[in-house]
């Protein structure tokens, strides 16, 4: 069940997902009967505005299927309306320091400068639920989620782990190699960097994750401390799929 997934993921269970570009309903209805253990709808580099955003999530928790979203960004009104849409929790790009991670963290938690309250939300339950059930919810359900993309990021990736409220570091390899000057994510440096974020996020008791192109990837990115995978996305499923058949019928 979804309530259950920020547990599952603090606990170092291996989880598999990926990220949805497309702002479609019915892609999270297919995706929802695969057997990835959560999907990530990328509202940083994908085409998804609040309405698009609102029904794609309201697919996935009425149909169980626990759902993140990747916010453009880290200011407050973009996580707020993931959040108030029925997201789980948000996976925030470009946390490159502690002041960013104390701000990302107040913003998706309840209490004085943080959260705006609202009752009357999908996530609230459309205000037929006691502010107290509502409170508590927040506590066991949202999942805050750190993107360590830029060379600072990483070398606070331990101070950042350890604040209340971050409960997961995301290595961004693709914006991490381009800062560091290579073009490949398989570069030792990011390598390096994946390592040395992992072990910030274990020391604090926090959930490691990061992107991988296929589940090839898999066995040396769990040798480095990742426990969450999102794999690809949609669009290179179709590509896969597309081409093995083409492929296979022409031979």
Request: with cysteine.
């Given at each position: 069940?979804?309530?259950?997934?920020?547990?599952?993921?603090?606990?170092?269970?291996?989880?598999?997902?990926?990220?949805?570009?497309?702002?479609?309903?019915?892609?999270?209805?297919?995706?929802?009967?695969?057997?990835?253990?959560?999907?990530?709808?990328?509202?940083?580099?994908?085409?998804?505005?609040?309405?698009?955003?609102?029904?794609?999530?309201?697919?996935?928790?009425?149909?169980?299927?626990?759902?993140?979203?990747?916010?453009?960004?880290?200011?407050?009104?973009?996580?707020?309306?993931?959040?108030?849409?029925?997201?789980?929790?948000?996976?925030?790009?470009?946390?490159?320091?502690?002041?960013?991670?104390?701000?990302?963290?107040?913003?998706?938690?309840?209490?004085?400068?943080?959260?705006?309250?609202?009752?009357?939300?999908?996530?609230?339950?459309?205000?037929?639920?006691?502010?107290?059930?509502?409170?508590?919810?927040?506590?066991?359900?949202?999942?805050?989620?750190?993107?360590?993309?830029?060379?600072?990021?990483?070398?606070?990736?331990?101070?950042?782990?350890?604040?209340?409220?971050?409960?997961?570091?995301?290595?961004?390899?693709?914006?991490?190699?381009?800062?560091?000057?290579?073009?490949?994510?398989?570069?030792?440096?990011?390598?390096?960097?994946?390592?040395d974020t992992g072990q910030a996020a274990q020391g604090a008791?926090?959930?490691?994750?990061?992107?991988?192109?296929?589940?090839?990837?898999?066995?040396?990115?769990?040798?480095?401390?990742?426990?969450?995978?999102?794999?690809?996305?949609?669009?290179?499923?179709?590509?896969?799929?597309?081409?093995?058949?083409?492929?296979?019928?022409?031979?």
């Open positions: 069940m979804p309530s259950t997934f920020k547990q599952r993921m603090l606990s170092g269970e291996l989880l598999i997902g990926t990220f949805v570009k497309t702002p479609a309903h019915e892609i999270i209805e297919v995706l929802a009967m695969s057997d990835l253990d959560f999907l990530c709808l990328d509202a940083e580099h994908s085409p998804f505005d609040r309405g698009r955003m609102d029904a794609c999530l309201a697919i996935a928790r009425a149909l169980e299927k626990p759902t993140l979203v990747r916010v453009p960004s880290a200011a407050p009104a973009a996580i707020l309306q993931a959040l108030d849409s029925g997201a789980l929790g948000v996976v925030v790009p470009h946390v490159n320091s502690v002041a960013k991670a104390e701000g990302v963290a107040r913003a998706a938690r309840f209490g004085h400068g943080g959260r705006g309250y609202a009752g009357s939300t999908r996530w609230a339950g459309y205000a037929t639920r006691p502010m107290s059930d509502v409170l508590r919810q927040s506590d066991e359900e949202t999942t805050v989620i750190a993107q360590i993309e830029e060379p600072e990021g990483v070398e606070a990736a331990a101070q950042i782990a350890a604040i209340d409220g971050i409960d997961g570091l995301f290595v961004g390899p693709a914006d991490l190699a381009v800062c560091y000057g290579e073009s490949d994510i398989a570069a030792p440096v990011v390598r390096d960097a994946i390592r008791g926090k959930a490691m994750m990061t992107f991988a192109g296929s589940a090839a990837a898999g066995p040396e990115l769990r040798a480095l401390g990742v426990s969450m995978f999102f794999i690809a996305s949609e669009h290179a499923f179709m590509l896969r799929g597309a081409n093995a058949e083409a492929a296979a019928l022409k031979s």
